[in-house]
């Protein structure tokens, strides 16, 4: 493996083109470490470009979704999908903004059996159908997330965020992608970045 990050070349922060030199480096700042998919993602600086343009637009909306609930969406795709890079890093960020130190993991492990309130359950379920059997996915399971009061909006979100980490989840596999040792503590109790 390409220093343990990844299969293939990885990146530094300084080798990034200076525009992404400044977003990645913003993030880094903002965690204290560079987040390996960006050293991973770096080698192809337009492929970097379009992830993160359309991860911003997906998880940075001010409406729709809170942004924990984004983050949840993300951890039931990732866990459902087996993808440890992803529920790692995520699931850190989910322990943050939910300011909950055990329901990212419950989602990552166990997605359908993870204790959830009914807003949580029908935005967890919603991603699960989708990321699942997504040639199964219809009417039924659009009927469900608005019992459950979703708003079109707020289904959009769920689904185009599963999307989106659809194929985020199959690159990190690719690339046998590995989270940074500092993700496992971020939220934690008296971990780094504890809430």
């Known amino acids: 493996m390409a220093d343990d990050v990844s299969r293939f070349d990885t990146v530094e922060l300084d080798e990034l083109p200076a525009d992404l030199r ?25 492929e970097l470009r379009a992830f993160l343009d359309y991860h911003d637009a997906l998880l ?3 409406t729709g979704l ?3 609930e984004r983050e949840l969406v993300v951890v039931a795709t990732s866990g459902a999908n087996h993808c440890t890079y992803c529920f790692v890093a995520h699931g850190a960020i989910l322990r943050i903004r939910s ?20 807003r949580q359950r029908a935005i967890v379920d919603l ?4 990321t699942r059997k997504p040639e199964l996915f219809g009417e039924a399971d659009l009927a469900a997330a608005r019992q459950a009061e979703l708003t079109e909006e707020e289904i959009w979100d769920v689904g185009a965020i599963t999307a989106l980490f659809a194929m985020s989840n199959r690159l990190a ?3 046998g ?12 109790t008296g971990g780094a970045g504890s809430t």
């Open 99 to 118: 300011k909950d130190s055990e329901l990212a993991d419950n989602v990552a492990s166990n997605p359908w059996g993870a204790e959830l309130d009914t």
């Open 60 to 62: 940075e909306r001010p």
């Open 173 to 175: 596999h690719f690339a």
């Open 66 to 68: 809170s942004k924990a």
């Open 177 to 188: 992608l590995r989270p940074n040792p500092e993700f496992y503590l971020l939220g934690r």
């Open 22 to 46: 400044e977003r990645v480096g913003a993030i880094a700042e903002k965690s204290g470490f560079v987040p390996n998919v960006f050293r991973a993602l770096g080698h192809r600086p337009a």
């Open 127 to 130: 991603a699960l159908a989708l």
